[in-house]
């Protein structure tokens, strides 16, 4: 078996071995630590996102909702707090459907619509300006775009179950995500003391290389 084709049987592994998870285990995961309102605020979350996304897929072909709850669940491994969560469920929903931060603030109050929008300014601002920023110049603009250290939390976590599933992009997108993990993403997680996920994060950068 040569380089290429070990890389890319240790990325079909990892993308089958993904746990498939549903609302119901991310409900079970949080009310070990939350009250039950608000892991019921949590679920739904869920649905708003899951009709908001209804009809878009990934790579994959697995309904898009899977990503957002995978990412939601990485932050409830963390024990972080309920709206936390809830952006992890909503963060894609400002940038790749018709609703608004207003719209989520009607929703689900305005602290979880600001984390939703600052985890979309967050991504606008890493694709427009990666191409012309250093990498320790980028890090920098990302950690000083982030009022609130949650959002930057959340995209580690979606950066973190994006690369967990990487088996079904071309490899040179495989090979420009993992870069960007590794010159950008990684050293912030360290920075922020998540050692677990700074760890992950490398492992599999360094896979796709």
Do not use: W
Request: glycine share 4%.
């Amino acid at each position: 078996m040569n380089a290429k084709s070990s890389v890319a049987s240790e990325l079909d592994f990892i993308q089958e071995s993904e746990p498939k998870l549903t609302i119901d285990d991310l409900c079970f995961a949080t009310s070990n630590y939350l009250e039950t309102h608000q892991v019921d605020s949590i679920r739904r979350a869920y649905h708003f996102a899951d009709n908001a996304h209804d009809g878009q897929t990934r790579r994959s072909g697995e309904r898009y909702i899977t990503h957002p709850l995978a990412v939601a669940h990485v932050l409830a491994m963390m024990h972080m707090d309920y709206e936390c969560i809830m952006a992890g469920l909503l963060h894609d929903v400002i940038e790749d459907t018709a609703f608004t931060k207003a719209d989520l603030a009607t929703e689900f109050g305005e602290e979880v619509a600001e984390l939703v929008e600052g985890v979309t300014k967050l991504a606008k601002a890493a694709f427009e300006t990666q191409k012309h920023a250093q990498a320790e110049n980028l890090r920098k603009m990302l950690l000083a775009m982030s009022r609130d250290i949650r959002v930057i939390i959340v995209k580690l976590a979606d950066r973190l179950h994006n690369m967990r599933t990487l088996g079904h992009l071309r490899p040179e997108k495989r090979r420009r995500i993992a870069n960007e993990t590794l010159d950008i993403y990684a050293p912030i997680a360290q920075r922020l003391g998540m050692n677990l996920m700074r760890c992950e994060l490398e492992d599999l950068g360094f896979h796709v290389q």
